[in-house]
């Protein structure tokens, strides 16, 4: 039996499942390895209601959450499963399997059996069991579920109950460091991994120290010394302290641990200096930059050696962050994306922990001296430029705690206009060269205004569109009266409007040469009307456009050909609100409910959105097809629309995942801000016909493109796929 990885898996090898349920003997589920995962077959099992636990061993380093779905007749597996994270490995999942369920599909993100999956279990559940979980989790679901139950109607009082048993009743970041803490048996499992590495790389830790608390500087060297990996050295420089007690210190840690080392300064260098001089001690393959006030996880250099062992000519790495106050309180999680160089260009999301190869660092000169509170953001910057991403690996683990206590000393908290200043000027010596000027931008962080070449392209502007002229005026008025860019022509395809508004909506542009409308007759296919509509642009950059956009600004499509034109870009979209000015488009996101979902839904404009994403140009997998710019060669390069499979829904997601197969990256902007009334033209999925064929789209998705789907490089695989609001 063949894995998806090609190699032979031995049936004795594959994870263990049963069912079992209340006074019944456990019973065996046969299981078999496909090319896309595990399926566990579910005879008698559909429209059971059945907790579903999948347990790794705690022993063995940790992978991710194992993704769940259910294969119906077809064989094809349906949307991903949201699951609970139980600790020691194990995550569940309970509701009433599909009553054409067939088997379960289990596979890690990509698409093989999980290789840490030690035992999977399906609990039958009673009737008085789930109501007792489901007054535990949400009390007033459960008793509108027995309420419905009481008066017959099952299908509403099974809604309820399924509800309330996804309820966690523990939620937020506290509930996540419960069930993320390594317990004993995964440090043991850490230790011995590592012990039988063959030349583990040895760690240099770069901590300038100026007089911090005495407290939160042992805090930090006592997080050095309860590390699981061994092979580091702390290369620490006394940046002339004035308190007594600092030298003291760090001289009874030097004799204490040989693989201390500590330079005293006579005068105060600053952070930059300091931190230069440690690098001239350090003797290892990779540098890590660690603040004298802060505390690293037991796992962060092991973590960190892993990845080094994965890939040997990786030059930067990242982890995730949180923050500590002085009571040890852990809060403020940082989970962050993979490389964006768009993100990073903006503001230092890289942050902490963050580790640079040892040449690399000393090839651009280390920290310059000058850019005190935004030092490291600088060094990012220069040492990136040119960088090939695959060089660069980000650990989805929360390795580091950020110090938030007042008085440690932190140097970059001590002066924000300067660090704001210094950051603006890092910037702007990176992007100068090829004519990019920095400006400051929303809450402070950089905004990078990019050439646009002379003179401007045309974009051509196609909009599908079916009657409802009221707002389609809106939309031509908007571009064509009130947008500032000089040369935009405008291509309606006109799918079978028959309505006399429409007809004098037509009329009015008659005369105007910038306005073309091009009947397209017959069912209503989004994809055929786009593609079309492709075909008929003269211009360069093709801006896709609902019927249903309203403009706000008039530099909106300037911001969009700014980006639409580099030639690494393949794709651009726009931060769209609705008419109440809450965000219906920050970004699509790969994964959520199954296939993908808007970023910050619902969330209002004015708010900055996670770590500010909603107020910073940053990369994404994909862009909704109401408002994206692209360039007329690419579109043309990866084949357009699906036009047979994906006619209506998720056309633009594929587009996207089209777009970034060819090499190409994806950007969106908060700086072209449109209000879109979304699907006032088109309607609802309403109708038993519209909803098989977003069904069939669906499936088609999950087919084409699962293991991207279950990967968003963007997103943290921390944060929940239920909803992309960046929520754990």
Same mark, same amino acid.
């Given at each position: 039996?063949?894995?998806?990885?090609? *190699?032979?898996?031995?049936?004795?090898?594959?994870?263990?499942?049963?069912?079992?349920?209340?006074?019944?003997?456990?019973?065996?589920?046969?299981?078999?390895?496909?090319?896309?995962?595990?399926?566990?077959?579910?005879?008698?099992?559909?429209?059971?209601?059945?907790?579903?636990?999948?347990?790794?061993?705690?022993?063995?380093?940790?992978?991710?959450?194992?993704?769940?779905?259910?294969?119906?007749?077809?064989?094809?597996?349906?949307?991903?499963?949201?699951?609970?994270?139980?600790?020691?490995?194990?995550?569940?999942?309970?509701?009433?399997?599909?009553?054409?369920?067939?088997?379960?599909?289990?596979?890690?993100?990509?698409?093989?059996?999980?290789?840490?999956?030690?035992?999977?279990?399906?609990?039958?559940?009673?009737?008085?069991?789930?109501?007792?979980?489901? =007054?535990?989790?949400?009390?007033?679901?459960?008793?509108?579920?027995?309420?419905?139950?009481?008066?017959?109607?099952?299908?509403?009082?099974?809604?309820?109950?399924?509800?309330?048993?996804?309820?966690?009743?523990?939620?937020?970041?506290?509930?996540? =460091?419960?069930?993320?803490?390594?317990?004993?048996?995964?440090?043991?499992?850490?230790?011995?991994?590592?012990?039988?590495?063959?030349?583990?790389?040895?760690? *240099?830790?770069?901590?300038?120290?100026?007089?911090?608390?005495?407290?939160?500087?042992?805090?930090? =060297?006592?997080?050095?010394?309860?590390?699981?990996?061994?092979?580091?050295?702390?290369?620490?420089?006394?940046?002339?302290?004035?308190?007594?007690?600092?030298?003291?210190? %760090?001289?009874?840690?030097?004799?204490?641990?040989?693989?201390?080392?500590?330079?005293?300064? %006579?005068?105060?260098?600053?952070?930059?200096?300091?931190?230069?001089?440690?690098?001239?001690?350090?003797?290892?393959?990779?540098?890590?930059?660690?603040?004298?006030?802060?505390?690293?996880?037991?796992?962060?250099?092991?973590?960190?050696?892993?990845?080094?062992?994965?890939?040997?000519?990786?030059?930067?790495?990242?982890?995730?962050?949180?923050?500590?106050?002085?009571?040890?309180?852990?809060?403020?999680?940082?989970?962050?994306?993979?490389?964006?160089?768009?993100?990073?260009?903006?503001?230092?999301?890289?942050?902490?922990?963050?580790?640079?190869?040892?040449?690399?660092?000393?090839?651009?000169?280390?920290?310059?001296?000058?850019?005190?509170?935004?030092?490291?953001?600088?060094?990012?910057?220069? =040492?990136?430029?040119?960088?090939?991403?695959?060089?660069?690996?980000?650990?989805?683990?929360?390795?580091?705690?950020?110090?938030?206590?007042?008085?440690?000393?932190?140097?970059?908290?001590?002066?924000?206009?300067?660090?704001?200043?210094?950051?603006?000027?890092?910037?702007?010596?990176?992007?100068?060269?090829?004519?990019?000027?920095?400006?400051?931008?929303?809450?402070?962080?950089?905004?990078?205004?990019?050439?646009?070449?002379?003179?401007?392209?045309?974009?051509?502007?196609?909009?599908?569109?079916?009657?409802?002229?009221?707002?389609?005026?809106?939309?031509?008025?908007?571009?064509?009266?009130?947008?500032?860019?000089?040369?935009?022509?405008?291509?309606?395809?006109?799918?079978? *409007?028959?309505?006399?508004?429409?007809?004098?909506?037509?009329?009015?542009?008659?005369?105007?040469?910038?306005?073309?409308?091009?009947?397209?007759?017959?069912?209503?296919?989004?994809?055929?009307?786009?593609?079309?509509?492709?075909?008929?642009?003269?211009?360069?950059?093709?801006?896709?456009?609902?019927?249903?956009?309203?403009?706000?600004?008039?530099?909106?499509?300037?911001?969009?050909?700014?980006?639409?034109?580099?030639?690494?870009?393949?794709?651009?979209?726009?931060?769209?609100?609705?008419?109440?000015?809450?965000?219906?488009?920050?970004?699509?996101?790969?994964?959520?409910?199954?296939?993908?979902?808007?970023?910050?839904?619902?969330?209002?404009?004015?708010?900055?959105?996670?770590?500010?994403?909603?107020?910073?140009?940053?990369?994404?997998?994909?862009?909704?097809?109401?408002?994206?710019?692209?360039?007329?060669?690419?579109?043309?390069?990866?084949?357009?629309?699906?036009?047979?499979?994906?006619?209506?829904?998720?056309?633009?997601?594929?587009?996207?995942?089209?777009?970034?197969?060819?090499?190409?990256?994806?950007?969106?902007?908060?700086?072209?801000?449109?209000?879109?009334?979304?699907?006032?033209?088109?309607?609802?999925?309403?109708?038993?016909?519209?909803?098989?064929?977003?069904?069939?789209?669906?499936?088609?998705?999950?087919?084409?493109?699962?293991?991207?789907?279950?990967?968003?490089?963007?997103?943290?695989?921390?944060? *929940?796929?239920?909803?992309?609001?960046?929520?754990?």
């Amino acid at each position: 039996m063949a894995s998806a990885s090609g *190699s032979e898996m031995p049936a004795s090898r594959l994870p263990p499942a049963q069912v079992t349920g209340f006074g019944r003997k456990p019973r065996p589920l046969s299981a078999r390895v496909t090319a896309d995962g595990l399926r566990v077959a579910l005879p008698g099992l559909a429209g059971r209601w059945v907790e579903i636990i999948l347990a790794n061993d705690p022993a063995e380093g940790r992978d991710t959450v194992p993704d769940i779905s259910f294969v119906g007749a077809d064989g094809r597996p349906g949307s991903l499963l949201p699951q609970e994270a139980r600790g020691g490995g194990a995550f569940a999942w309970i509701g009433r399997l599909p009553e054409d369920v067939v088997e379960l599909r289990v596979a890690d993100p990509s698409g093989r059996v999980p290789a840490r999956l030690r035992r999977i279990a399906l609990r039958r559940l009673v009737r008085p069991i789930l109501a007792g979980r489901g =007054l535990l989790r949400e009390p007033a679901l459960t008793a509108q579920a027995l309420y419905w139950r009481v008066l017959g109607k099952k299908v509403r009082a099974r809604g309820f109950l399924g509800r309330a048993l996804r309820h966690r009743r523990v939620t937020g970041y506290e509930a996540w =460091l419960g069930t993320h803490t390594l317990r004993r048996p995964e440090r043991d499992g850490i230790a011995a991994e590592i012990a039988a590495w063959a030349d583990p790389p040895l760690i *240099s830790v770069l901590m300038p120290v100026h007089d911090p608390d005495p407290k939160v500087l042992r805090a930090a =060297l006592a997080s050095l010394d309860a590390q699981l990996y061994p092979h580091w050295e702390l290369c620490v420089v006394d940046d002339a302290s004035t308190r007594p007690a600092i030298p003291k210190i %760090l001289t009874q840690a030097a004799e204490a641990d040989p693989r201390i080392r500590v330079l005293t300064r %006579l005068e105060n260098g600053h952070i930059a200096r300091a931190t230069n001089d440690a690098l001239g001690l350090a003797r290892g393959a990779v540098c890590a930059f660690m603040d004298h006030d802060d505390v690293l996880t037991v796992d962060a250099f092991y973590e960190v050696a892993r990845a080094l062992r994965q890939d040997p000519d990786l030059v930067l790495i990242y982890s995730d962050e949180d923050k500590i106050d002085g009571r040890g309180r852990r809060f403020d999680p940082h989970f962050k994306a993979g490389f964006d160089r768009e993100l990073l260009y903006a503001q230092n999301y890289i942050n902490h922990l963050t580790v640079v190869r040892t040449e690399a660092l000393r090839a651009v000169g280390g920290l310059r001296p000058g850019f005190e509170g935004s030092q490291d953001h600088d060094l990012l910057l220069r =040492l990136t430029d040119g960088l090939d991403p695959a060089r660069i690996r980000h650990i989805p683990r929360v390795l580091y705690h950020w110090r938030a206590a007042q008085g440690s000393g932190t140097f970059s908290d001590r002066s924000l206009a300067r660090a704001e200043a210094a950051r603006l000027r890092a910037l702007e010596e990176v992007v100068a060269p090829w004519g990019g000027r920095a400006e400051p931008g929303p809450n402070g962080f950089n905004r990078l205004i990019r050439p646009l070449p002379a003179p401007p392209p045309r974009v051509s502007a196609i909009i599908p569109t079916r009657d409802r002229a009221e707002i389609l005026s809106v939309t031509l008025d908007g571009l064509l009266t009130a947008t500032d860019y000089p040369d935009i022509e405008v291509i309606i395809l006109d799918n079978d *409007s028959r309505e006399p508004e429409t007809a004098a909506l037509f009329a009015r542009y008659r005369d105007d040469p910038r306005v073309r409308v091009v009947p397209v007759p017959g069912a209503f296919n989004f994809s055929d009307l786009s593609n079309r509509g492709a075909a008929a642009a003269t211009g360069p950059v093709l801006l896709f456009l609902n019927n249903d956009i309203e403009v706000l600004e008039p530099d909106w499509l300037t911001e969009m050909v700014r980006h639409a034109v580099r030639p690494e870009i393949g794709a651009v979209g726009a931060k769209l609100l609705y008419p109440d000015r809450t965000i219906q488009h920050g970004g699509i996101v790969l994964g959520i409910g199954g296939v993908a979902g808007h970023s910050h839904l619902g969330v209002p404009d004015a708010d900055p959105g996670y770590f500010c994403r909603m107020v910073i140009a940053h990369e994404v997998s994909a862009v909704t097809g109401a408002c994206l710019a692209m360039r007329a060669d690419v579109f043309r390069q990866v084949g357009g629309f699906d036009a047979v499979a994906l006619k209506v829904a998720f056309n633009d997601v594929d587009l996207c995942l089209k777009i970034r197969r060819a090499g190409y990256r994806i950007v969106w902007t908060p700086f072209a801000r449109l209000i879109h009334h979304e699907s006032k033209s088109r309607g609802a999925e309403d109708t038993p016909e519209k909803q098989k064929r977003f069904e069939g789209e669906v499936l088609t998705m999950l087919d084409r493109w699962g293991p991207e789907l279950r990967a968003d490089p963007y997103y943290n695989i921390n944060l *929940s796929r239920n909803s992309a609001h960046y929520r754990v």
